[in-house]
């Protein structure tokens, strides 16, 4: 049972590079940026006096958003998958 935690550990490591490719593919930064600046252009008083142009600014900031989620989600399911295996191993 050890070495299929070893070699499930490694390969779930040898998948990392592969998701910091994924993040320069998305430009994950750029678009974690543009999220901020789309959720304070939103929290602006004045945000509402242009309903088409709200509406708008919401559906990319839901597009940005949705991303910048679906990534994060992946790199935390990674990394809780990696100590998973690392506490079985530790048990073994």
Do not use: H
Not at 3 to 15: G, K, S, T, V, Y
Not at 17 to 25: F, R, W, Y
Not at 41 to 64: R, T
């Amino acid at each position: 049972m050890i070495i299929q935690l070893e070699q499930a550990r490694q390969q779930m490591r040898d998948f990392q590079p592969k998701v910091a490719e994924l993040a320069n593919s998305l430009n994950i930064e750029t678009q974690r940026a543009k999220c901020k600046e789309l959720e304070d252009l939103a929290a602006s008083p004045d945000f509402w006096n242009d309903p088409d142009n709200s509406q708008k600014v919401l559906g990319e900031l839901k597009a940005v958003k949705d991303v910048v989620t679906a990534y994060d989600d992946l790199v935390s399911l990674l990394e809780s998958t990696m100590e998973l295996l690392d506490l079985a191993i530790a048990d073994e």
